[in-house]
């Protein structure tokens, strides 16, 4: 057996990991001195999911969507919806055998025209992330990913060479609150944001509003200043609301009124597609277009009840609405 270190570049951390042992996210290792994701092709996770549930609103929207994910992850953030996978161990999380190109084959089998990697990190489990796109491409199935964007720009311009869209979840706007609560840090964040916007591909941004922490008014006019200026007016935000999870379940769910003050801070930023979420049946989950205000898309939790577009555009004042349609 090799007794070399190996390191691992994929993320900010670039964790040096003895022969055995296992970097910061769990999942990859220094098996006889070569890095191995030990993850690949064994999903922690697989379901069909509205595409709205992402989120992705501009997005195929009322397409199905395969959402697949092992465990593991970079960041450790304390108030995790998915932490039984996202900070298990390979050897404590049931799995199945899923690779790639059965991916592609059950999503184009099913009719299932979408395909995500999500509820943990993809870019933790890369490799599988990068094949699977690469196998839905062949069949004709879009990829996208649910991350937290916490990676190097290397190997995040590569994989948006192959997938098709991201929702990045921002976390704050604070460098403080990435190292206090979730073992990160901002900088990186941005930059994936920017190289997605760069590379063409469909881009929507999440912001988890944590009472007490992500939610001051001044906080939020850095982040969707930052937005318009770095990725512009065009890109969707949704606020999503706090649910009690994990290691903070002491503080209380994300009150309306701050969800509110955040979807006013943005659209007073300039941002045009500002959506509130995790808050079922609140008058922001339908698309408006943002020229003359008629509802293009009508939305009710993650269902779908309308959409009038001719085109991709506003049938009342000829818009064009930004996204996949």
């Not at 881009?203 to 992500?214: A, D, I, K, M, W």
């Not at 609301?241 to 003050?261: A, D, G, I, W």
């Amino acid at each position: 057996m090799s007794n070399s270190m190996v390191e691992c570049r994929l993320c900010p951390k670039q964790c040096r990991i003895a022969p055995g042992q296992a970097g910061d996210c769990r999942v990859r290792m220094n098996l006889d001195g070569k890095l191995t994701a030990v993850t690949y092709g064994i999903a922690a996770a697989a379901h069909v999911d509205p595409v709205e549930k992402k989120p992705f609103y501009h997005y195929y929207p009322g397409a199905k969507i395969l959402s697949i994910a092992t465990v593991g992850c970079n960041l450790h953030c304390k108030g995790c919806q998915n932490w039984q996978i996202s900070q298990a161990n390979p050897e404590e999380a049931g799995g199945f055998h899923l690779p790639p190109k059965d991916v592609a084959k059950v999503a184009k089998r099913e009719k299932i025209p979408l395909v995500a990697c999500t509820y943990t990190e993809p870019f933790v489990y890369y490799e599988y992330t990068m094949d699977t796109a690469i196998a839905c491409k062949e069949h004709g199935v879009k990829t996208a990913i649910v991350s937290a964007g916490y990676a190097n720009k290397e190997p995040v311009a590569a994989l948006f060479k192959v997938i098709d869209a991201a929702t990045i979840d921002l976390k704050s706007f604070d460098d403080a609150y990435y190292r206090k609560w979730c073992d990160g840090s901002l900088k990186p964040v941005l930059n994936t944001l920017v190289a997605a916007k760069e590379a063409g591909i469909w881009l929507e941004v999440s912001n988890l509003l944590v009472p007490g922490l992500t939610d001051s008014k001044d906080g939020l006019s850095d982040l969707v200043r930052w937005m318009v200026q770095n990725l512009g007016a065009d890109t969707p935000i949704h606020f999503l609301r706090f649910m009690p999870h994990y290691q903070m379940k002491n503080l209380p769910p994300t009150p309306v009124s701050s969800l509110e003050l955040a979807y006013k801070t943005a659209k007073d930023a300039g941002l045009k597609y500002v959506y509130i979420g995790n808050f079922r049946g609140h008058e922001t989950e339908s698309t408006l277009c943002h020229s003359c205000g008629h509802m293009v898309i009508e939305r009710v939790g993650y269902q779908i009840r309308g959409v009038d577009m001719v085109s991709g555009r506003c049938p009342k004042c000829d818009t064009l609405i930004p996204g996949r349609f």
